[in-house]
């Protein structure tokens, strides 16, 4: 009996610890159990124009596109050096000398030069006139005979008046490019200086570079661009830069430079490309104009209507129409629909800030726009799900244009305000476009994202 009951609490035991060890692992198999991937969907959304733009972008870091190395254009003992790395000059600004004691008596030696070869010029003249007015009479018999000079002196005379007047020539020459130079080295343009390599007392010779000199207004960024882009890169083609420190700010820019030779790095083939970026001033400057020409229509009383409306509604006030109608005029400002930079009066460019460089390579402006996830492709056609008034769906044959990594251009099987549907995931957010604003989103300027 006792035997019986030993044994059912053995079984026990061994079926429960079965039971906790399934229990266990159940646990951990459910805890490392991925979750379920978001079911697909499709939704429907209007067909909107908008702008389109196909760019080519990459990194980079601003350099300064103007910096220029002054030199002495003449050897001597430096006096007097006016400036110190870092310091704002202005144009025709004295910034180094050299001791003038020593010029002097250079441009003093060239006078006496000079004067001693017009000296010896003027000799040279006068002997030849002299050899040339020479004859000889001799009488014989009833003949009086006259014979003219010697006509091998005169060939000598008339080469000493040519040698004469090459070294005059040389010695002006020589007393006019000396006058020319200046023991001084002044500012050629407005700029701030980035380094100094002499002071008071050194001893430089002809061409020392003294002082470097940098536009602080003038901007260039070096990018590589791969080379399967290369080919759509023109020279003098547009593009925009964006400061990433300053999000959301762009300026115009254009292309100055492609390199015929390529950067091979890892078997992967780039290009440099270098573009250089539109003055702060310049951009400030057509900021201003859009904001007086925004003044003048707001004072006229041409605001938009729908601006109007909701003014009449009580949707925004009075200031926030104008500020809103200063933003249209500024947009139109922009180079071929892109939105020009707010920049703050204060704000500067420097040296070495991260940029993110979008060439331009197409654009198209108030076309239909779709998603590229609504297109479909069976071979050579391209496809689009139409949603009909009556809730059925009508799979339909559309010609595309352009297209980037967001939106394409639809040039012909569809119209302006007809529904279709996109397939998207349920943890997809919703975009702009679906939204019902006229257009796609602001396009996004992403390191290493390329138009297609």
Not at 341 to 349: G, K, N, T
Request: proline letters at 4%; charged letters at 25%; one cysteine or more.
């Amino acid at each position: 009996m006792r035997m019986k009951v030993l044994m059912k609490k053995k079984v026990f035991r061994i079926t429960l610890i079965l039971v906790l060890c399934g229990v266990g692992a159940f646990l951990l198999i459910s805890a490392f159990k991925p979750e379920p991937v978001p079911v697909s969907e499709n939704k429907a959304i209007t067909v909107q124009r908008g702008d389109l733009t196909v760019d080519i972008t990459a990194s980079g870091n601003l350099a300064l596109s103007v910096e220029e190395e002054l030199a002495f254009e003449m050897a001597g003992t430096v006096e007097e050096v006016l400036v110190e790395e870092g310091d704002s000059v202005e144009q025709g600004q004295l910034l180094a000398k050299l001791d003038t004691s020593e010029w002097d008596d250079v441009l003093t030696a060239l006078e006496r030069d000079l004067l001693q070869a017009e000296i010896n010029l003027e000799n040279a003249e006068y002997a030849l006139d002299k050899a040339e007015e020479e004859t000889t009479t001799s009488i014989v018999g009833d003949i009086v005979v006259q014979e003219c000079a010697d006509s091998r002196e005169i060939d000598i005379k008339e080469l000493q008046v040519e040698l004469a007047q090459a070294r005059f020539d040389d010695d002006q020459k020589a007393l006019e490019e000396a006058l020319e130079k200046s023991p001084e080295i002044t500012a050629p343009f407005d700029g701030f200086i980035t380094k100094v390599n002499v002071e008071g007392g050194d001893e430089v010779l002809t061409g020392m570079v003294a002082v470097k000199l940098a536009d602080p207004n003038k901007f260039e960024a070096d990018i590589l661009v791969s080379e399967m882009d290369i080919l759509q890169v023109k020279l003098e083609g547009e593009a925009w830069v964006q400061v990433d420190a300053m999000q959301g700010m762009s300026l115009p820019a254009k292309i100055t430079h492609i390199s015929p030779t390529a950067t091979i790095q890892q078997g992967v083939v780039n290009y440099q490309v270098k573009v250089e970026v539109q003055s702060l001033e310049a951009v400030q400057q057509e900021q201003q104009e859009a904001r007086q020409k925004a003044m003048e229509k707001i004072s006229q009383g041409e605001l938009p209507e729908r601006l109007k409306q909701a003014i009449e509604e009580g949707e925004i006030t009075q200031e926030q129409a104008e500020e809103k109608m200063e933003q249209i005029q500024q947009k139109q400002v922009g180079q071929q629909g892109q939105k020009p930079a707010m920049i703050p009066e204060d704000f500067q460019l420097r040296e070495g800030l991260t940029v993110t460089v979008s060439i331009i390579v197409d654009e198209r402006h108030n076309v239909l726009l779709v998603p590229n996830s609504a297109i479909i492709t069976e071979g050579q056609q391209t496809y689009i799900q139409v949603l009909s008034p009556d809730g059925t769906i009508e799979q339909r044959a559309i010609t595309t244009g352009i297209s980037n990594w967001q939106y394409t251009e639809v040039t012909s099987g569809l119209s302006e305000a007809e529904e279709i549907i996109v397939p998207q995931s349920s943890a997809m957010p919703t975009s702009p476009i679906e939204e019902g604003e006229k257009g796609p989103p602001p396009r996004v300027m992403m390191p290493g994202m390329k138009g297609k």
